[in-house]
């Protein structure tokens, strides 16, 4: 079973900075995108960042200029460096993979990590 376990989130007061990390583990071929989405209460959730196997990447226009995302594509991992952190910041995190198992590829989720920015 592929599982994408998130550290790294936290409380942190505006003007701050964080650093998110998601791991991959399980029975994988390779993947594909992998990326941050995030979900405020009461709002449907929205994308972050993703990033592609050859380098491309793609930000949510709230996040570009403050946020930057990286992966390791043969460690299976994606990091996401916060910087210039918002009050409108404050979600819950979730690691997004697009999963190639060779015999077909399936989206998977993180089950999230709180971002709290605050004073």
């Known amino acids: 079973q592929v599982q994408l376990v998130e550290s790294g989130g936290g409380l942190v007061q505006p003007g701050g900075s964080l650093r998110l990390s998601c791991a991959a583990s399980?029975?994988?071929?390779?993947?594909?995108?992998m990326g941050w989405y995030r979900q405020a209460p009461g709002k449907e959730r929205e994308l972050v960042a993703r990033m592609s196997r050859g380098g491309r990447r793609n930000y949510g226009d709230s996040v570009k200029g403050r946020f930057t995302i990286s992966r390791d594509n043969a460690k299976n991992t994606v990091d996401l460096q916060m910087n210039s952190l918002k009050p409108e910041d404050t979600a819950v995190y979730y690691c997004?993979?697009?999963?190639?198992?060779?015999?077909?590829?399936?989206?998977?989720w993180g089950q999230g990590t709180r971002v709290t920015v605050s004073s």
């Open positions: 997004y993979g697009n999963v190639d198992y060779d015999v077909g590829y399936l989206d998977q």
């Open positions: 399980g029975n994988i071929f390779r993947i594909n995108d």
